[in-house]
């Protein structure tokens, strides 16, 4: 290609960019530019990257590199300032369009709540399982209960009163005589010159403790 024809394909690829970067007025990379313009225009890669650069260098349009990448913008002092009324318009914007963020900020936290609590429930499959593992409860614990109300054996509130009147009667009488037998065995000891075990296994005493058993508590 003659220097003619790459001058002027350089010319027509730093016009189109100018254009691009001015309508949109936000930084692009080179390469966020060539995706954006090469269906369209038919650009190439490397004559974005250069035409960039030209404008840069121009002071056309302003160039900032972050790390080792560069972004390329409009120049704010270029533009056409915006008038009192644009700038109304512009601030009616800005504010419908955060009226419509926090909307759907509001929809969303919405929807995470229902999310959550669809997913701590349980589906429709899991919901029937267990509906029929209680209705088989159910049914064992009233085939139960009229096992038990068919049943002849019952003890009546007189024979419970009876028989609990009894077990308090033994174990007074079990407490009494436990105290009784506890007071003389450590009268003799006191004499005795061998240890108390010893003296139980002689006199072939035994106690509660030894066969695990406790004295209810009394009521």
């Known amino acids: 290609m003659s220097k003619g024809r790459e001058g002027s394909a350089a010319g027509a690829a730093a016009a189109v960019l100018l254009r691009y970067l001015r309508e949109q007025n936000r930084p692009y990379s080179a390469q966020d530019a060539f995706g954006n313009l090469q269906r369209e225009h038919g650009l190439g890669k490397a004559a974005v990257v250069k035409a960039l650069e030209q404008l840069a260098q121009q002071g056309r349009i302003r160039e900032k590199a972050y790390g080792k990448q560069k972004v390329y913008f409009a120049d704010q002092e270029q533009l056409p300032a915006a008038s009192d ?4 318009g ?3 914007e800005i504010a419908a369009l955060s009226a419509q963020v926090q909307a759907l900020q509001q929809g969303c ?3 995470e709540a229902e999310l959550r609590e669809l997913t701590g429930s349980m589906t429709t499959p899991e919901m029937a399982r267990e509906v029929e593992e209680l209705r088989k409860d159910c049914a064992s614990y009233a085939d139960k209960l009229e096992r038990i109300k068919s049943a002849t054996n019952h003890v009546t509130p007189e024979e419970k009163e009876k028989v609990c009147g009894e077990q308090r ?4 009488e079990w ?6 037998a506890t007071e003389l065995l450590d009268a003799i000891l006191e004499g005795y010159p061998k240890s108390k075990k010893q003296f139980f296994e002689e006199v072939g005493i035994e106690t509660d403790e030894d066969h695990n058993v406790t004295l209810p508590a009394a009521v």
């Open 90 to 92: 512009l601030d009616g």
């Open 85 to 88: 009324a644009e700038l109304r």
């Open 109 to 111: 936290r919405q929807m």
């Open 175 to 180: 407490r009494k005589r436990k105290r009784m």
């Open 169 to 172: 009667l033994y174990c007074k």
